[in-house]
């Protein structure tokens, strides 16, 4: 009987301590439960990042190369790339007015929309001015006539237009400049020294950001992303006077890398200020990892329109 009882004595503390461990990885697991609802467990988040890793710079690979095909088809194809974008960008930044309970003319600002990327073509001096001309007169017809609409939906519908087409234009009139080849490898470089400053500030605010740059505005922006901005930027600018592209020397590279890498973070933060406003996310849903193409758009808005104004100041356009 006593060795009967002594093997079974072993069997059930096996038995009690498999138990046991269940016990403790059904406890561990059940702690864990509002982590893995809210998707805050490593592995959660280490596989959410990848996907948006993912997305972003697919996403981003086509934007890019489908630029990059009509900068260098010529300024017809660069003019006709530029309107749709420009007129896209307008369309979500009217959507994102209305939700802050704007009510401007779309029809008006979409069509200068339009009208804003085309007429460099015409290659005619005075042609933007008569375009924002029309579009003011067009915009006080309207308020005059429409009992209903005020002042604030008066201002939306000509910054609409103005915020995203005419800065947009800036790249027709850098493609204009010289319709040849190198003209395209001028604007092409303007653009990615844009990305590259998006790119650069991404990779390395993920990586090392610990200081916020505008916590209450875009709290994942960091100084450490801006300075790693504004370095590939800088890069950029230095590789676009290395290969001697229109002449531009060294010091009006560093300039301009400077310069358009931060005009190009104030544009991406007056973009998150407008969503941040009226409490949206993304202006769109156009971009996969990304959001809309307002999103993917703002920092060039800023960027390309400071870039033209400084070549044009140092001679070179």
């Given at each position: 009987?006593?060795e009967r009882g002594g093997a079974k004595a072993p069997e059930s ?162 493609r204009c400049s010289d319709p040849g080849f190198e003209g395209g ?57 290395a290969l001697h592209v229109r002449g531009i020397g060294f010091p ?66």
């Amino acid at each position: 009987m006593s060795e009967r009882g002594g093997a079974k004595a072993p069997e059930s503390e096996r038995s009690q301590g498999i138990d046991l461990g269940i016990e403790r990885l059904e406890s561990h697991r059940d702690s864990k439960a509002d982590d893995r609802l809210n998707g805050r467990l490593k592995g959660q988040r280490a596989r959410g990042w990848t996907e948006k890793l993912v997305a972003r710079t697919t996403s981003g690979a086509v934007y890019a190369i489908t630029i990059l095909a009509c900068l260098f088809a010529g300024s017809i194809p660069t003019a006709a790339i530029v309107t749709a974008m420009a007129w896209l960008c307008c369309s979500e930044f009217f959507h994102i007015a209305r939700i802050g309970g704007r009510m401007p003319n779309e029809v008006m600002g979409l069509t200068a929309a339009i009208a804003f990327p085309l007429v460099p073509l015409l290659h005619v001096d005075s042609a933007l001015l008569v375009v924002s001309f029309l579009l003011l007169v067009s915009c006080a017809c309207w308020y005059v006539a429409t009992p209903r609409a005020n002042v604030s939906d008066v201002a939306i519908t000509v910054f609409g237009p103005v915020y995203t087409a005419l800065l947009f234009s800036c790249v027709v009139m850098l493609r204009c400049s010289d319709p040849g080849f190198e003209g395209g490898v001028l604007t092409f470089g303007v653009m990615g020294s844009v990305w590259v400053n998006d790119a650069a500030a991404y990779f390395v605010g993920s990586r090392f950001g610990r200081h916020r740059l505008a916590p209450k505005i875009s709290p994942n922006k960091s100084m450490e992303g801006l300075w790693g901005g504004l370095v590939g930027c800088v890069v950029i600018w230095l590789a676009i006077a290395a290969l001697h592209v229109r002449g531009i020397g060294f010091p009006l590279a560093i300039l301009c890398g400077v310069l358009v890498g931060a005009f190009s973070v104030v544009g991406d933060l007056f973009e998150s200020r407008l969503k941040r406003g009226v409490g949206v996310k993304d202006s769109g849903s156009i971009m996969p990892g990304h959001g809309g193409l307002l999103d993917r758009s703002d920092s060039m808005l800023f960027g390309c329109t400071v870039a033209y104004v400084l070549l044009h100041l140092g001679g070179i356009l």
